[in-house]
């Protein structure tokens, strides 16, 4: 089993019953597809995902995070993986809350930047929005 992430994203395990749950509530997902034995993915999740400025622009959008874990056989990260058109990793890929089957893929190895643009782009989670309207400042 892949250790989580560092960084204080609350990562979700992921399955395809439960990024299909989180599209349907509108939500804007981020699906980090990783592996023990993967050296980019680990350059990835240190250098581009677990930064505090992805991390505090996942919490203010309201972006459920998953942790995709390949490092053992899994039928369904090779069919998500199949439909990204990947057939390899590191993957990253935010569903949009508003256009959740036109996924923002971002492959092998990343910047920080790149991530940051990619979550601008998907935009909020329906529910992320309606906190942000509601929030004091």
Do not use: Y
């Amino acid at each position: 089993m892949l250790v989580p992430h560092p960084a204080a994203l609350a990562w979700d395990t992921f399955s395809t019953e439960k990024l299909a749950q989180l599209l349907g509530e509108q939500k804007t997902v981020m699906v980090d597809f990783t592996a023990n034995w993967c050296p980019n993915c680990k350059l990835n999740s240190a250098r581009a995902i677990n930064t505090q400025r992805v991390e505090q622009l996942v919490e203010a959008k309201g972006v459920v995070p998953m942790l995709a874990d390949w490092s053992g056989p899994s039928s369904d990260i090779e069919r998500m993986l199949k439909a990204l058109e990947s057939k390899s990793i590191p993957v990253l890929a935010i569903f949009p809350a508003d256009h959740p089957n036109e996924p923002i893929v971002l492959r092998d190895v990343i910047s920080q930047s790149e991530v940051v643009a990619a979550l601008e782009e998907a935009g909020p989670s329906r529910t992320g929005l309606a906190a942000l309207n509601r929030s004091p400042r």
